[in-house]
């Protein structure tokens, strides 16, 4: 079975520094794997997807992720943090075994002080 | 483009009564799906359509939930009865992907519809 852990539940950085938000999964074939945010009382937006192509993929925002097969990770990082950025970041892993569905991590919530 | 419309965004009820949800994909989309999302969790699927037809409700609580998409469009979820475990945000989201392909994987999310049950 796939699973995904995101390995803080809370992330708070100065504005103008860097964001990295972790994440390990758990497949037994080739994942397609995605980072989605969510704001305060918004719909989740899609970040960025890897999708076995490159493995540095990047995404709007300023944000990217990295596809380290030997880790298990797709890590998000972003090298100088907004106000703006603040809200919930999700990471999710899908394979189509599992009939392309989506399982979620538990969410990592970004503070970014002024 | 519209995206995809959930209603009502509030709903607050007793336990033991029911409540539905509704959601409208965006155009064209063939697969929909309903996800639960209680407080501090990332969200959970619940069931998962492709046109009018279920690919996957494994995770659906069928004692007490049920979900419909009878014209293979809109989408009706429904409660009942409800239990305070149901307080949560209920997401609606569609793709265009049909789940047998190399997975695009965007998923277009609605506002949600937030669940309190007293």
Redesign the interface.
């Given at each position: 079975a796939q699973s995904v852990t995101q390995l803080d539940s809370h992330v708070s950085v100065s504005e103008g520094t860097p964001v990295l938000l972790r994440c390990n999964y758990s497949s037994s074939y080739s994942p397609s794997l995605f980072w989605y945010v969510q704001h305060p009382n918004k719909g989740l937006q899609l970040l960025l997807k890897y999708t076995s192509a490159a493995t540095l993929v990047k995404g709007i925002n300023g944000f990217e992720a990295e596809f380290k097969k030997s880790e298990t990770s797709f890590h998000l990082t972003k090298p100088s943090a907004h106000m703006s950025d603040a809200a919930e970041y999700f990471c999710v892993v899908s394979e189509i075994r599992a009939g392309n569905m989506l399982t979620f991590g538990g969410g990592t919530r970004l503070m970014v002080k002024p | 483009e519209a995206?995809?419309a959930q209603s009502p965004r509030y709903k607050i009820i007793e336990k033991r009564q029911s409540v539905a949800f509704w959601c409208n994909p965006i155009s064209g989309h063939a697969t929909l799906y309903w996800y639960q999302q209680i407080l501090?969790?990332?969200?959970?699927?619940l069931i998962?359509f492709q046109n009018n037809g279920v690919?996957?409700d494994s995770q659906l609580p069928k004692d007490r939930f049920s979900a419909e998409r009878l014209k293979g469009v809109d989408s009706t979820l429904k409660i009942q009865p409800a239990k305070l475990e149901d307080s949560a945000v209920y997401?609606c989201?569609s793709s265009l992907?049909h789940?047998?392909q190399?997975?695009?994987?965007?998923?277009?999310?609605?506002?949600?519809s937030r669940l309190t049950v007293l």
């Open positions: - | 995206g995809v501090g969790q990332g969200p959970k699927l998962q690919v996957d997401l989201a992907d789940g047998r190399p997975n695009t994987g965007e998923l277009f999310f609605g506002e949600g």
